[in-house]
Antibody, heavy 120, light 108 residues
Framework: DVQLVESGGGVVRPGGSLRLSCATS????????MSWVRQVPGKGLEWVSG????????GYADSVKGRFTISRDNAKNSLYLEMNSLRVEDTALYHC?????????????WGQGTLVTVSS | SYELTQPPSVSVSPGQTARITCSGD??????TYWYQQKSGQAPVLVIY???KRPSGIPERFSGSSSGTMATLTISGAQVEDEADYYC???????????FGGGSKVTVL
């Protein structure tokens, strides 16, 4: 079974930094692109960032561009999100998601998420 | 910026048909995907590429797309189908990945 388990969330002050991790199992990690999607509790979903299977291509939402960095370690079957200059509006549950195959860019499996709270 | 528009809520009686719409200017050119999210759980893909159903998703879930509107249909809705449903797609360039605002489906 495909499993995605996020970690690294917590409480941080505005302007601070945090590094999220996503440990994966149950599939060939280096065959798939991966993404981070966040959700403010009780609100909707927002794509944050994505990375290709080999890390050669990355993308970011305008809201995080220049502050967040996505990366992966295929030897460890793991995905990461380095978050700097955090803002109150970055407070959310951050889900790791596997990019699906086929013609479009979408997410076929999701983790339960790790909660990031940015507060003074 | 690109937006996908969904109704905030849809109500249906058990056994009846629920239809959730999603409108967006780029939908004639881009696939729509649908996710089900039950309270406290991660989203689950229920429809991909407009109308395809992943393995394990009940046949009562179906999708269609015409022009600038995509539709998720739950035929014979069950109580366990109560959840938030999100459509997802990209803008015409593929650069912006966007979710609709979500539709809360109530079965009662």
């Amino acid at each position: 079974d495909v499993q995605l388990v996020e970690s690294g969330g917590g409480v941080v002050r505005p302007g601070g930094s945090l590094r999220l991790s996503c440990a994966t199992s149950g599939f060939m990690f280096d065959d798939y692109g991966m993404s981070w999607v966040r959700q403010v509790p009780g609100k909707g979903l927002e794509w944050v960032s994505g990375i290709s299977w080999n890390g050669g291509s990355t993308g970011y939402a305008d809201s995080v561009k220049g502050r967040f960095t996505i990366s992966r370690d295929n030897a460890k079957n793991s995905l990461y999100l380095e978050m700097n200059s955090l803002r109150v509006e970055d407070t959310a549950l951050y889900h790791c998601a596997r990019n699906g195959g086929g013609a479009g860019y979408y997410f076929d499996y999701w983790g339960q998420g790790t909660l990031v709270t940015v507060s003074s | 910026s690109y937006e996908l528009t969904q109704p905030p809520s849809v109500s249906v009686s058990p056994g009846q048909t629920a239809r959730i719409t999603c409108s967006g200017d780029a939908l004639p050119k881009k696939y729509t995907y649908w996710y089900q999210q039950k309270s406290g759980q991660a989203p689950v893909l229920v429809i991909y590429e407009d109308s395809k159903r992943p393995s394990g998703i009940p046949e009562r879930f179906s999708g269609s797309s015409s022009g600038t509107m995509a539709t998720l249909t739950i035929s014979g809705a069950q109580v366990e189908d109560e959840a938030d449903y999100y459509c997802y797609s990209t803008d015409s360039s593929g650069n912006r990945k966007v979710f609709g605002g979500g539709s809360k489906v109530t079965v009662l």
